[in-house]
């Protein structure tokens, strides 16, 4: 098990950018796959994006894909998510995901931190 920090987030202009941040307790963070997802106001909580415990292997989901970028330093025990063109539907709390095995995130056996709040303004 791991525990996990989200920051960064916060209000933005539409079109904006913003860069989140995730740490990571433990020794093994690069044993690790990562992941960021969302919960917009309203709905369920959705996939945005992942990555391998190496960092070399990254998915997105459609909806965020050209404009947000995941990435982590294994030294620092940190995933990134860079967001970029932000829009009003990318408003959602916004959070952090941890699992041995990257198929997996999301379910019973992932780890989640707080969440951060992302909010776009039109």
């Known amino acids: 098990q791991v525990q996990l920090v989200e920051s960064g987030g916060g209000l933005v202009q539409g079109g904006g950018s913003l860069r989140l941040s995730c740490a990571a307790s433990?020794?093994?963070?690069?044993?690790?796959?990562m992941g960021w997802f969302r919960q917009p106001p309203g709905k369920e909580r959705e996939l945005v994006a992942t990555i391998s415990g190496s960092g070399l292997t990254a998915y997105y989901a459609d909806s965020v894909k050209g404009r947000f970028t995941i990435s982590r330093d294994n030294t620092l025990n940190t995933v990134y998510q860079q967001m970029n063109s932000l829009k009003p539907e990318d408003t959602a709390v916004y959070y952090c995901?941890?699992?041995?095995?990257?198929?997996?995130?999301?379910?019973?056996?992932?780890?989640w931190g707080q969440g951060t709040q992302v909010t776009v303004s039109s």
């Open positions: 995901a941890a699992d041995r095995n990257r198929i997996a995130l999301g379910t019973s056996t992932t780890d």
């Open positions: 433990g020794r093994t963070f690069s044993g690790y796959a």
